[in-house]
């Protein structure tokens, strides 16, 4: 079964609506998948183990696990990484402000070329325009390599990628990895594919709504990312 080779997580905070949408679309496609709940509320907490109960899919509490505030995605990936090793499997990350359809990830595993790192779905808003972080493929029009970086948007990260980079060295001062990690698939000899024909719905930033700032009121969202040492890339 393909979907044997695949572990795929969702890093959820908060945005309880959305994530829900997001987890529900993985399961109806035929997968389960790993939710790692980074210090929602009590109550979308509550609700993820209620998802848990109905669909089958894990959840990992990070307030039971780690004692670093939001966001963890450092930790997450050492842990899903892991995982995928000991048992040969690629790693798909899928955010939960993505809606997948139900191809998305037979799609994505089929797409997987010798010596291929990542490969990750084009995002794509409610009228199908490509949109953050993708809006430079707005000009691309097949599928291909594509050298600049990969959003963790719903982006598979495979088995020989995993097993040659080790996790463990990401900058622990970062919140976020996207960026560094294809870079250095690139760097290390693999290649990163974007699939235009893969789209998939993105709702940019669901989950910290302050980050819409970046388009509202760019000042304040540059302001706050310094002062408050917020979304270091």
């Known amino acids: 079964m393909i979907g044997d080779t695949v572990h795929i997580i969702m890093p959820v905070?908060?945005?309880?609506?959305?994530?829900?949408?997001?987890?529900?679309?993985?399961?109806?496609?035929g997968y389960t998948l790993t939710v790692y709940d980074d210090y929602s509320s009590a109550e979308n907490a509550a609700r993820l183990d209620a998802l848990s109960d109905e669909l089958g899919i894990e959840v990992i509490h990070l307030s039971e696990r780690v004692s670093h505030p939001s966001?963890?995605?450092?930790?997450?990936?050492?842990?899903?990484?892991?995982?995928?090793?000991?048992?040969?499997?690629?790693?798909?990350?899928?955010?939960?402000?993505?809606?997948?359809?139900?191809?998305t990830i037979d799609t994505l595993l089929r797409g997987?070329?010798?010596?291929?790192?990542?490969?990750?779905?084009?995002?794509t808003d409610e009228?199908?325009?490509?949109?953050?972080?993708?809006?430079?493929?707005?000009w691309i029009h097949t599928d291909g390599v594509c050298h600049k970086r990969l959003s963790f948007c719903c982006t598979l990260l495979t088995n020989e990628f995993l097993r040659a980079y080790d996790f463990e060295q990401l900058d622990p001062e970062k919140n976020w990895y996207d960026v560094h990690i294809s870079h250095m698939a690139v760097k290390m000899g693999f290649?990163?594919?974007?699939?235009?024909?893969?789209?998939?719905?993105?709702?940019?930033?669901?989950?910290?709504?302050?980050?819409?700032?970046?388009?509202?009121?760019?000042?304040?969202?540059?302001w706050r990312k310094l002062t408050q040492r917020k979304d270091k890339i």
């Open 13 to 29: 905070k908060d945005s309880i609506v959305t994530a829900e949408e997001s987890i529900r679309a993985v399961v109806e496609s």
């Open 71 to 103: 966001p963890n995605y450092r930790w997450v990936l050492i842990d899903a990484q892991r995982e995928c090793i000991e048992k040969g499997t690629h790693l798909l990350i899928i955010e939960s402000d993505v809606i997948i359809n139900a191809a």
């Open 127 to 138: 009228q199908g325009t490509i949109n953050f972080p993708y809006e430079y493929a707005r």
């Open 112 to 123: 997987i070329k010798p010596k291929t790192g990542m490969i990750a779905s084009v995002t």
């Open 191 to 222: 290649t990163n594919i974007l699939l235009i024909s893969n789209p998939v719905l993105h709702r940019p930033h669901s989950s910290r709504p302050w980050k819409q700032l970046k388009y509202t009121n760019p000042l304040l969202y540059y």
